[in-house]
């Protein structure tokens, strides 16, 4: 569903597999309810710059979590952050803003008009609050990782504001590696944590980022480069450690993998999935220096750069998933990798994930990414 295997060597496409076309199809599928799904929750967006919001609609109609059961190791979902400084948006002037409703914003970042979903919990009973900005995977735009997290649910039931960012062009995408000729979505995200914290009230000790797929690549890349504004990061089948990473503060780090994922495979290299997805000129070059190093190998190179002084230790967690965590990083940083056997390039716990099996291959229930990422992120607010 996210993407397809560009040209190991050059910009040539790749040729699919003789099973390629009838999984173009459905993945084409897949993405296109994906949109229909969030975009039933969404507005038209806006058009005025630099930062403009459409009329609010309804709220999602995805339900709230019932139990939030902790995973053994990790620290509850509902449990409190030490609250940081408020951001500009706290001022006693600032705009009431419409809550339990999804919004398309457009601003100007680098000169060009770019665009995020913005969804405030009805519960006022928080402030500052938290922001997490979801990154989507390639292919499937910020209506299609609506879908597929449907964090907006659980952020009304944990009380922050979520961001869902749109990659460029036609078939959407993340600029990971980065390519200089590419936008800038470092400096893109980087600009939709200060529109939200300029309009809302936001904690910035407080910001988080998760991904899935190319938006977990981007997100192991703004942990290198956003260390000053992002307290922690987590990232969905795609954990990687760019090249000259050299992070202004050891960032707490989630992974999330599953063993049989066909895209971003677990033990490194490029899946033989990504042939069945379609491409432009872009998107290939977008992908061209991704390192598709192993999940282990990649979070080693994080634990080394955050001077994690004792080796891994790995525990049973649930059914069929293991962690991974190393301990003594410098600042108190945690790095933590769940490792699903046998699932696909999912997030565990979606519903929407489990209806595209047939693309995306298994996804687990033994845990739920967003209890998962909320309580790492709950647990891991910015020190200074």
């Given at each position: ?5 560009p040209?190991?060597h ?15 199809v459905?993945?084409?599928a897949?993405i ?16 005025s710059?630099?930062?403009t919001?459409?009329p ?8 709230t ?5 902790t995973t ?11 609250p940081?400084t408020a951001s500009?948006?706290c ?6 803003p419409?809550?339990?409703?999804q ?6 970042s ?10 405030v919990?009805q519960?006022?009973?928080e402030?500052?609050?938290p ?9 499937s ?16 039931h ?13 078939l959407p995408?993340w ?13 893109f ?5 200060d529109?939200?914290?300029g309009?809302?009230?936001i904690?910035p ?14 997100s192991?890349?703004?942990?290198c480069r ?9 990232t969905?089948?795609?954990l990687?450690f760019p ?5 202004s503060r050891?960032?707490p780090i ?26 432009n000129n872009e ?7 991704l ?16 001077g994690?002084t004792?080796?891994?230790?790995e525990?049973?967690v649930?059914g069929?998933?293991?962690?991974t965590r190393y301990?003594?990083?410098a600042?108190?940083?945690?790095l933590?990798?769940y490792v ?15 209806a595209?099996a ?6 687990t229930?033994?845990i ?10 709950a ?6």
């Amino acid at each position: 569903m996210r993407f397809r295997k560009p040209a190991e060597h050059g910009r040539q496409r790749p040729t699919a597999s003789s099973g390629a076309p009838a999984r173009a199809v459905v993945g084409a599928a897949v993405i296109a309810v994906a949109a229909a799904i969030a975009a039933g929750c969404a507005t038209s967006a806006a058009t005025s710059s630099p930062a403009t919001t459409a009329p609010a609609t309804t709220a999602p109609t995805a339900t709230t979590p019932a139990t939030l059961g902790t995973t053994p190791g990790t620290t509850n979902a509902t449990a409190a952050s030490p609250p940081g400084t408020a951001s500009p948006g706290c001022a006693p002037t600032a705009t009431d803003p419409a809550r339990g409703t999804q919004q398309d914003i457009v601003l100007q970042s680098s000169g060009v008009d770019r665009t995020y979903k913005q969804y405030v919990p009805q519960r006022d009973d928080e402030h500052p609050r938290p922001l997490v900005i979801d990154l989507h995977g390639y292919l499937s735009g910020a209506a299609g990782q609506a879908a597929i997290s449907n964090l907006a649910a659980y952020a009304e039931h944990a009380g922050f504001v979520l961001a869902t960012p749109q990659g460029s062009g036609p078939l959407p995408y993340w600029n990971a590696v980065p390519h200089g000729d590419l936008p800038d979505d470092v400096q893109f995200i980087s600009d939709v944590i200060d529109d939200v914290s300029g309009r809302l009230c936001i904690d910035p000790a407080r910001i988080y980022v998760d991904g899935l797929s190319n938006g977990a690549f981007l997100s192991s890349l703004i942990a290198c480069r956003l260390a000053d504004k992002v307290a922690a990061v987590a990232t969905v089948a795609g954990l990687m450690f760019p090249a000259g990473c050299a992070p202004s503060r050891p960032v707490p780090i989630l992974a999330i993998h599953g063993t049989a994922d066909h895209f971003v495979p677990f033990d490194g290299g490029r899946g033989d999935a990504l042939a069945t997805l379609a491409w432009n000129n872009e998107t290939t070059e977008a992908f061209d220096g991704l390192p598709f190093a192993p999940t282990s190998a990649a979070l080693a190179q994080w634990a080394k750069a955050e001077g994690c002084t004792e080796p891994p230790e790995e525990q049973p967690v649930r059914g069929a998933v293991t962690v991974t965590r190393y301990h003594g990083c410098a600042g108190g940083s945690a790095l933590e990798l769940y490792v699903v056997a046998g699932a696909g390039h999912t997030w565990p716990g979606s519903a929407f994930s489990q209806a595209s099996a047939a693309v995306l291959g298994p996804t687990t229930t033994d845990i739920d990414a967003n209890e998962l990422i909320w309580a790492f992120f709950a647990a891991h607010p910015m020190t200074r």
